[in-house]
């Protein structure tokens, strides 16, 4: 069992910066491949990044690359996103997920969930 626990949300300008951070239970965290995804007011929840267990691979959602960075300390059992240069769009509730498949960590079929956050991006 892994419980997740995101912080780090809030209000930005656009064009800002923000790091997000998951906090996970469990001597097991190391052992799980990470992601975060974000769910806009009245779309689906969407991917936006992944990494590996060991930090060695990462990936991103297009709409996302070259902004956002998502990284992990395995010391302290917890994964991070740094998003800079934020856009209106980037405003959603951003959850944290975890699986052993790296093919899961990228879908809504990830086993573990965070309970999610609020980013909300202004003009």
């Known amino acids: 069992q892994v419980q997740l626990v995101e912080s780090g949300g809030g209000l930005v300008q656009a064009g800002g910066s923000l790091r997000l951070s998951c906090a996970a239970s469990g001597r097991t965290f190391s052992s799980y491949h990470m992601g975060w995804f974000r769910q806009a007011p009245g779309k689906e929840r969407e991917f936006v990044a992944a990494?590996?267990?060991?930090?060695?691979?990462?990936h991103y959602a297009d709409s996302v690359k070259g902004r956002f960075t998502i990284s992990r300390d395995n010391a302290k059992n917890t994964v991070y996103l740094q998003m800079n240069s934020l856009k209106r769009e980037d405003t959603a509730v951003y959850y944290c997920a975890a699986d052993k498949a790296w093919e899961q960590i990228h879908t809504e079929k990830s086993d573990y969930w965070g309970q999610g956050i609020q980013v909300t991006v202004s003009s």
């Open positions: 990494i590996t267990w060991s930090g060695g691979l990462t």
